[in-house]
């Protein structure tokens, strides 16, 4: 399968604890994005990368929350002293832009978290 | 005013009829806009992208793109049971795709 990899799939944590997902993107793919997607919601835009570099973050995006990109590859997502807010599904996507604007995001199939 | 608004939904049809999903967004300047599918518990899929104005067919889908009135619509047409999900618009802002909340469509049989 080439497509767009999470893992893990699921997590449940303790409030306090730090989580990190990982992304896999499809591999020609230079561009990798992170959204959040809460039950009844449409997926919202937290950060993303063009190769290695990290070119947005949105404002949502509290300083507990990191993203990296080592070598334009793989990404982890890591959130620091997790909140009962931060319960959601995250998603990863990459897509192949080679110029301004955005083309089709593939999205992974997501890592839900649960802070208990 | 959201960047991208969908009928809230839900959205019942009847197997066979055609199911019209509508969508606006407030952005003049965006370019490209597409249509995912998410099953429950699923990520979203890429159904549709469409770039110019007027209607663009695949298989029995349609959507329509009006950018004068900064409108999309998906159509479905011969709905099936295995179409009942939520359907999100999502329109090009630059660097990003932003997101409708999606509506719900049930297919019943």
């Known amino acids: 399968d080439t497509g767009v990899s999470q893992d893990p799939r699921h997590k449940i944590t303790k409030r306090g604890q730090n989580v990190t997902f990982r992304c896999d993107p499809i591999s020609e793919h230079n561009r990798l994005y992170w959204y959040r997607q809460t039950l009844g919601q449409g997926p919202e835009f937290l950060t993303y990368f063009q190769n290695e570099a990290q070119l947005e973050k949105s404002r949502l995006l509290s300083d507990r929350f990191s993203a990296e990109r080592p070598k334009g590859s793989f990404s982890t997502l890591e959130i620091q002293r997790t909140e009962q807010g931060d319960s959601a599904m995250y998603l990863c996507?990459?897509?192949?832009?080679?110029?301004?604007?955005?083309?089709?995001?593939?999205f992974g199939e997501g890592s839900r978290l649960t802070v208990l | 005013q959201k960047e991208v608004e969908q009928n809230s939904g839900p959205l019942s049809v009847p197997e066979g009829a055609i199911a019209s999903l509508n969508c606006t967004y407030s952005?003049?300047?965006?370019?490209?806009f597409f249509w995912y599918r998410q099953y429950s518990g699923k990520s979203p899929e890429l159904i549709m992208s469409i770039y110019s104005n007027g209607d663009k067919e695949d298989g029995r889908f349609t959507a329509q793109l009006n950018k004068a009135s900064q409108y999309v619509s998906l159509l479905i047409r011969d709905s099936q049971p295995s179409d009942s999900a939520t359907y999100l618009c999502?329109?090009?802002?630059?660097?990003?795709?932003?997101f409708g909340a999606g509506t719900t469509v049930t297919v019943r049989a």
């Open positions: 996507a990459s897509s192949f832009q080679d110029r301004g604007g955005t083309g089709e995001l593939f």
């Open positions: 952005d003049r300047v965006s370019q490209s």
């Open positions: 999502a329109v090009n802002l630059g660097y990003k795709l932003s």
